[in-house]
């Protein structure tokens, strides 16, 4: 069964990692009535969980050379949280 599920995000620069059934289809980020900021996809609840690498920046500061070990990062969206931008990509 296909569901949309509503993962949190950790405000940190640089990577993190979160889990979520494999083959789910990440639909964007934003924050929603808090300073928390969250990831929403669109999962087959049915399936195995898997490791998704998630690389955050601010704007204005470097963007990482290699922000992976394959070093290719993927847009996802941005959001704001105290007057601070974030961009967020996922690392493949």
């Not at 069964?1 to 995000?9: A, F, Y």
């Not at 990482?64 to 394959?70: R, V």
């Not at 996802?76 to 493949?92: A, D, M, P, R, S």
Request: contains cysteine; glycine residues 8%.
């Amino acid at each position: 069964m296909k569901t949309i599920w509503k993962l949190p995000l950790e405000p940190v620069v640089g990577t993190q990692v979160i889990e979520m059934p494999r083959g789910a289809q990440i639909l964007c980020v934003q924050t929603q009535d808090t300073d928390t900021a969250y990831l929403w996809a669109i999962v087959e609840s049915g399936n195995k969980l898997e490791s998704r690498t998630i690389l955050m920046a601010f704007t204005g500061k470097e963007f990482p050379k290699k922000p992976g070990s394959a070093g290719k990062a993927f847009y996802i969206g941005t959001f704001q949280i105290n007057g601070l931008v974030w961009h967020v990509f996922e690392v493949k």
